[in-house]
């Protein structure tokens, strides 16, 4: 029963350089809830083919289909034979109370961890993204070959890449961000979502901090990217702290290539502009 309530369906498909955006729909038993993600498949020039996959985590309000449809991410996907895989940014229809009170806490901010506090036990973005969807995706899509996967994201989305990719380092061959939450532990977006989800033990925060993860977790191979607007509100807000993520990999002698662009913002327009760039630094690591 379980097996047949997990297999994902096909809600949308759209064709898109000669492969196809598709988007299925799912039951998670991890989250507890209906859940919904897309799946760019490049086109496949034989039955036998296999792609790698880059998992793109969103950020703050979005869905699975903000990066699908404003990214441009499928031309370069297309050309360098490598699917993308877009999960949704928390749990959906839960009704827990408060869960829609604000927009960078609960619905669409699930910060990409595994809440410990009761009332958000349903928020288990970490296991989802790191164990129920690999495995939804070896059983269901054979044309997908998850043990060459690779992880990337914005914002939120971005301190989830590199969070997952720190504490997984033999699941992902590579990582890279837009604008990512460097360094939650010390911005107000991290204190409201990690006392809301964790409770008030900054140890249990730490777990979720790439800043402070950098340096358990420093046997980095390939260069981490990262592209940050120079106009962005929310670094001037002190809520993304780059700097500070740079300064820890100094000292943990990790290959960072931090790269600064003046008059590029916080949007879908900024990342429209390097999205080329981070497909071909992740092909490149999947040895293709």
Not at 84 to 113: C, H, K, M, Q
Not at 177 to 189: Q, V
Not at 235 to 256: G, T
Request: glycine share 8%; aromatic share 12%; with cysteine.
């Amino acid at each position: 029963m379980e097996e047949k309530r997990n297999k994902p369906t096909e809600i949308g498909s759209t064709k898109m350089f000669g492969g196809y955006n598709k988007r299925f729909k799912h039951y998670s038993p991890t989250l507890g809830c209906s859940m919904n993600f897309h799946v760019y498949f490049p086109p496949s020039p034989s039955l036998s083919t296999k792609f790698p996959v880059l998992y793109w985590l969103s950020g703050l309000t979005c869905t699975d289909d903000n990066f699908i449809s404003k990214s441009g991410a499928q031309r370069v996907a297309s050309s360098e034979g490598v699917a993308l895989i877009v999960p949704d940014t928390s749990p959906r229809g839960l009704n827990v109370e408060g869960e829609s009170d604000s927009w960078d806490f609960g619905v669409g901010a699930g910060f990409y961890l595994n809440a410990t506090q009761d009332k958000w036990k349903n928020w288990q973005m970490y296991d989802y993204v790191v164990k129920e969807l690999p495995a939804l995706i070896t059983e269901n899509f054979p044309q997908l070959d998850a043990s060459r996967s690779s992880i990337f994201g914005h914002s939120m989305g971005g301190h989830g890449a590199l969070t997952i990719y720190l504490k997984n380092l033999d699941k992902y061959k590579s990582v890279s961000a837009f604008a990512p939450i460097a360094n939650p532990m010390n911005c107000p977006w991290g204190h409201k979502a990690f006392r809301g989800y964790l409770g008030d033990n900054k140890a249990d925060w730490e777990e979720y901090d790439a800043t402070c993860l950098i340096s358990k977790f420093n046997n980095v191979s390939a260069t981490i990217l990262i592209d940050q607007g120079e106009d962005d509100k929310f670094l001037h807000d002190h809520q993304l702290q780059p700097h500070k993520f740079e300064e820890a990999c100094r000292k943990a002698n990790v290959p960072l290539l931090l790269r600064l662009h003046p008059g590029y913002d916080h949007s879908y327009f900024f990342i429209a502009t390097f999205i080329d760039d981070h497909i071909r630094h992740h092909a490149q690591a999947l040895n293709l």
